[in-house]
């Protein structure tokens, strides 16, 4: 009984160290600088936003936040960079969907996408319009649908690129809808725009800042946006559900990603002051004069939605046997 007791002694004092240092560990970080690994070019859509957030962690914590370009790779060189980090909270990634969608595009990455990776929180999420070219005769989704199906493969479908995001999102359109149209991938999003206005593709997704000049011009038709409620933009524009297509959802999201090993007592304090950060009347403002929107998640959050759309993107790469060449 003696030695019952002074074992449950050892453990009760074992379990009280464990949690006080647990406790300590987040209280005391960061007592130095952050690193956000953006695997971009400085501009674009995901710098700005993770050098607003590193300036609101800096402005939080009073220890400086520093942007860290890694561009290359479809993003593959900045997420290797992260993967070798020593995982104490110190390095962390502002990673996009291309993270989910590099596995099914991307042969003997140099990672490995569950195991080396601990989520932390979303930062933004970017819906898209599906837009016509004014010329197209067709006025709604289920005018379109029944188009391309009177047309198979004769409606060409502009992108920015194989495996975009918004290449994508056409060919999940195709899956969901039961259609057919043709892609058509461009180096940018410029000449996409270009041709389109010019009608010599007819459709195209993309966020709706790029389109919207164009839209309020009647040069281009807004058939539906996706998400669960209409784009703030495009009022007037109904979402895919609302449109008779329930179940299309693209959602293109930044997130921050941690070494896999960082304590989760770190996770944790910094995936609640990235919510408290996004929940800012400023922060949110900030993000939407980016076309985006305040996108507030816990970790296990963030980690089922990767697991979710690693599955989605998945099919869909798969089923449209999308290659990169």
């Not at 495996?163 to 000449?191: C, D, M, R």
């Not at 296990?300 to 790469?317: M, R, S």
Request: aromatic content about 6%; glycine content about 8%.
């Amino acid at each position: 009984m003696k030695t019952f007791n002074a074992v449950m002694r050892m453990v009760t004092a074992g379990v009280l160290m464990a949690i006080a240092g647990t406790t300590a560990a987040q209280q005391d970080y960061p007592n130095k600088p952050i690193r956000f690994i953006v695997p971009f070019p400085p501009g674009g859509s995901t710098d700005p936003i993770a050098r607003l957030i590193g300036q609101k962690l800096t402005e939080s914590w009073g220890q400086q936040v520093i942007v860290d370009n890694r561009p290359g790779g479809n993003t593959i060189i900045g997420t290797e960079a992260l993967a070798k980090s020593p995982p104490d909270g110190y390095t962390m990634l502002t990673a996009t969907s291309t993270f989910v969608i590099s596995p099914h595009l991307v042969p003997n990455l140099p990672y490995d996408s569950f195991k080396d990776f601990s989520p932390v929180a979303t930062l933004t999420i970017t819906e898209m319009v599906l837009v016509l070219n004014a010329s197209v005769p067709a006025n709604n989704l289920q005018e379109l649908i029944a188009l391309a199906k009177s047309k198979p493969g004769q409606l060409n479908c502009a992108s920015s690129g194989t495996g975009s995001a918004n290449h994508l999102a056409s060919e999940f359109f195709n899956l969901q809808a039961g259609i057919k149209t043709q892609h058509v991938p461009y180096k940018g999003g410029g000449p996409v725009l270009a041709d389109l206005l010019g009608g010599i593709v007819q459709m195209a997704f993309s966020p709706p800042l790029a389109f919207l000049p164009h839209i309020k011009s009647g040069r281009l038709k807004p058939i539906a946006v996706s998400g669960e409620t209409r784009h703030p933009s495009l009022p007037q524009v109904p979402t895919f559900a609302e449109a008779g297509l329930p179940g299309y959802s693209i959602g293109y999201w930044i997130g921050v990603l941690a070494p896999a090993g960082t304590p989760k007592a770190v996770i944790d304090k910094l995936s609640n002051e990235i919510g408290r950060i996004l929940a800012r009347p400023d922060t949110k403002e900030k993000i939407a004069l980016q076309g985006m929107e305040s996108f507030i998640s816990t970790s296990e959050q963030y980690a089922a939605l990767l697991k979710a759309d690693t599955a989605k993107w998945g099919k869909v790469i798969k089923t449209a046997n999308i290659k990169l060449k």
